[in-house]
């Protein structure tokens, strides 16, 4: 136990996460987060934040003194009330969490994908043969924004009408962690009706039989959680099931074009896939920050930080830790990514990780038999988000096997 004064002055950083300078090219700034030490405070968010692997990680496991109850976001669920009722999942502590993480753990099972998996496949193959005829097109609006919704929303068993509403509404639940600045209302624009449709679609009168949506409403009879709780438990698969996988692909199809010798290496051994898939998000990390809210006064590295405080993770600038990672700029898809934070760390590590390895294994091996190169035609547009680094355009040139 520390005596007062003998902690550590924490530097207060003059940086603001969450400004389009920032979001639109991190990677620079975490650099300077990392280097300024193990807890900086940053006075534009009013908040604690970690940017090096191990106390990213370390504050990751140890969610008993860093809180998910109180929002993953800069609101604190204690002060404010958010835009949307708490996830049962992201944004609740055991045992609550554990309770409906069990649940929906037995339906997004290995066993559920292995018999989606020969139907993704056609639906990945069919899409890149289309692509690879035309030579040119978009990574993004013609691949990476389209794969995820030709085999996820039918996985859930949504209605066919108003799917288009599902990114709009990603954009808006990803921002909303983030401050209400203009990235916010700039990105959020015209995309109110989201929020309504999502809420109907998410009702077992609105959900098709066999699909996982329909399986979260059985569990609910089964007594496993309420009908009510059910209808949000569908809203984590539309809020985190899309756009997390629209931008995943993305950035490997940008990473591959980028690194033409890293793609040579994937063309000569296709089983490189899953590799080169987790190093693009280890690279490119899509989720770059949560927050988490601190139940009681802790230390770390020496910093004190008090009961009742955000504290903003860097998992993106944790994957790029020189202090653990070899290279850490590198993109190499022979690496070693394992225990990378991309889809987080603890009891509340990525629900669909598997869902996202599988989309991006068969993208990236359908793209690997079918195309010699890739080449960057244009330079890659980003789209900017609170929360997601995300991109809208990425235009390409590839050259058939
Ligand atoms: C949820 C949710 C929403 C956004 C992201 C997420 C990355 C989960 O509603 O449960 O996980």
Redesign the pocket.
């Given at each position: 136990v520390m005596k007062p004064g003998e902690a550590e002055v924490v530097p207060n950083l003059a940086i603001d996460p969450f400004d389009k300078v920032f979001l639109g090219d991190p990677y620079a700034y975490h650099d300077m987060i990392r280097e300024a030490g193990p807890v900086v405070w940053l006075d534009s968010v009013g908040a604690f934040a970690m940017a090096r692997y191990e106390e990213v990680k370390d504050s990751l496991r140890d969610h008993e003194t860093f809180c998910s109850s109180r929002g993953v976001g800069t609101l604190d669920f204690a002060k404010e009330t958010p835009f949307r009722p708490p996830?049962l999942?992201?944004e609740a502590d055991p045992p609550l969490h554990d309770r409906t993480r069990s649940m929906m753990n037995r339906i997004v099972s290995l066993k559920a994908l292995k018999e989606l998996r020969p139907r993704w496949q056609a639906k990945a193959e069919e899409l890149v043969d289309r692509l690879v005829e035309r030579r040119r097109f978009d990574a993004v609006k013609d691949l990476s924004e389209i794969f995820p919704m030709m085999i996820f929303p039918d996985t859930i068993g949504l209605r066919d009408d108003g799917r288009e509403h599902l990114l709009d509404y990603a954009t808006i639940?990803?921002n909303a962690f983030g401050p209400d600045n203009d990235v916010l209302r700039e990105g959020n624009e015209g995309k109110e009706a989201a929020i309504e449709w999502v809420a109907e679609a998410c009702k077992r009168d609105n959900l098709k039989e066999g699909g996982w949506g329909m399986a979260v409403f059985e569990a609910a009879d089964r007594g496993e959680c309420t009908h009510e709780e059910a209808e949000r438990l569908v809203?984590?698969f539309l809020?985190?099931g899309v756009d997390?996988t629209v931008n995943g692909i993305g950035h490997m199809v940008l990473a591959l074009a980028g690194h033409p010798e890293e793609y040579q290496k994937l063309r000569s051994n296709p089983s490189l896939v899953r590799r080169a898939f987790e190093e693009s998000l280890r690279w490119d990390s899509t989720?770059q920050t949560f927050f988490r809210t601190t139940t009681k006064r802790v230390e770390v590295g020496g910093a004190e930080i008090p009961e009742g405080q955000k504290v903003l993770l860097f998992l993106a600038a944790a994957n790029r830790d020189p202090l653990h990672w070899d290279e850490p700029d590198a993109f190499r898809i022979e690496r070693n990514t394992s225990g990378h934070v991309g889809f987080g760390f603890g009891i509340h590590q990525?629900l669909g990780q598997m869902v996202a390895r599988l989309e991006g294994e068969l993208i990236g091996t359908a793209i690997a038999e079918r195309v010699a190169s890739i080449r960057l035609t244009g330079a890659p547009v980003r789209r900017l988000n609170n929360t997601l680094h995300a991109i809208d355009s990425v235009p390409v040139e590839v050259e058939p096997a």
């Open positions: 996830s999942l992201l639940v990803f809203r984590s809020s985190a997390t989720v990525c």
